[in-house]
């Protein structure tokens, strides 16, 4: 059974930090990786997605790497603002188009 | 357009009520999906649908009856549910499992059951 972890749970920093969210899965047989935002309350947001071919995906001040083999994939946030501030999940797609979360990072960016 | 529709946005139901979410998709996607997700958890599969046939149901209980009535429709049908089901349930869409599926999320339903 897939299980995807993500470190750190909850990350408080001021604007300005450039900051680093880490996933990391326990089964590489994955179609592709995705990165998703999701505010209090609300849906999820795609940010970035990964196929299980690339290493790496950028998108404005967003920077996401895969390592498939050893299950790992980093979030980079540059120059991170009070508006970044939600929860942030990394998801795995499997077999039968199955989309497994992570445990999800709070992130805080304080003025 | 990119976008996952789902109806209502809030829902209060009492526990012998019957009711149904609803969600549409325009982008052609002929996987859907059904999550759930409690306060600060991350979302929990439900159903899958492909091409309109369930392909996956993560043991969920019978009080939950999915229907795909169209490529572009999934409903989620709530019956006799408990108080432990109330949760956001979100729906979203994507294609068939290849390495470049991009899932897309609906804003969800946050379901109250009284």
């Known amino acids: 059974k897939q299980e995807v972890t993500q470190i750190p749970a909850a990350l408080s920093v001021p604007e300005g930090e450039n900051l680093v969210l880490n996933c990391s899965f326990t089964?590489?047989?994955?179609?592709?990786l995705q990165w998703f935002r999701q505010d209090p309350g609300k849906g999820l947001t795609s940010l970035l997605l990964?196929?299980?071919?690339?290493r790496e995906q950028t998108s404005g001040r967003l920077n996401a790497s895969l390592d498939k083999s050893s299950g790992r994939s980093t979030l980079y946030i540059a120059a991170s603002q009070p508006g970044d501030s939600a929860t942030y999940l990394c998801a795995v797609t499997g077999g039968g188009n199955k989309l497994t979360f992570g445990t999800g990072t709070q992130l805080k960016v304080e003025l | 357009d990119t976008e996952v529709t789902q109806t209502p946005k809030h829902l209060v139901m009492g526990m012998t009520n019957k009711k149904s979410l609803k969600c549409e998709q325009h982008m052609g996607h002929r996987a859907m999906y059904w999550y759930k997700q409690k306060a600060k958890k991350p979302p929990e599969l439900m159903f899958v649908y492909s091409y309109e046939k369930l392909s996956i149901n993560e043991s969920v209980p019978s009080r939950f009856s999915p229907e795909c009535p169209n490529s572009s429709l999934l409903n989620l049908h709530l019956h006799a549910l408990q108080p432990e089901d109330s949760a956001l349930y979100l729906c979203?869409?994507?294609?068939?499992?290849?390495?470049?599926?991009?899932?897309?999320f609906g804003q969800g339903t946050r379901l109250t059951v009284v």
């Open positions: 089964d590489s047989a994955i179609y592709n």
């Open positions: 979203a869409s994507s294609q068939e499992g290849t390495a470049n599926t991009e899932a897309f």
């Open positions: 990964i196929q299980s071919s690339q």
